[in-house]
């Protein structure tokens, strides 16, 4: 089992920076295909970045891309998410999620999509919102 627990939000300026944080608990071992969503009201939950923890590989929706900076900290276990330039319509609430082995980066490299289905494991989110 995996606890994760996001945090980080709040509210910024248009053209201001965040940085969310997502703490992984519980099963430190094995590799996991990670990743950041985000729902905004009245719209669906949409994939923004992912990492693989084993070898580093990420994934961007081309709406951050040049933006957005996905990590892992091993040593600390915690996933982040870097928001540069952000947009109002980057205002969400921003949900981290796990996927134990390479099944759903395999999925997203196929696709070219990150699919909310596709991950197992889900924190609560945390609120980003952007001011023009």
């Known amino acids: 089992q995996v606890h994760l627990m996001e945090s980080g939000g709040n509210t910024v300026q248009a053209g201001g920076s965040l940085r969310l944080s997502c703490s992984v608990s519980g099963d430190t071992y094995s590799r996991y295909c990670m990743g950041w969503f985000r729902q905004a009201p009245g719209k669906e939950r949409e994939g923004v970045a992912s990492?693989?923890?084993?070898?580093?590989?990420?994934f961007y929706n081309d709406s951050v891309k040049g933006r957005f900076t996905i990590s892992h900290d091993k040593a600390e276990n915690t996933l982040y998410l870097q928001m540069d330039n952000l947009k109002p319509e980057d205002t969400a609430r921003y949900y981290c999620?796990?996927?134990?082995?390479?099944?759903?980066?395999?999925?997203?490299?196929?696709?070219?999509?990150?699919?909310?289905?596709?991950?197992?494991?889900w924190g609560q989110g945390t609120q980003v919102t952007v001011s023009s």
């Open positions: 990492i693989y923890t084993g070898d580093g590989w990420t």
């Open positions: 999620a796990a996927d134990r082995g390479k099944g759903t980066m395999t999925t997203i490299q196929a696709l070219g999509v990150m699919r909310p289905p596709d991950f197992g494991y």
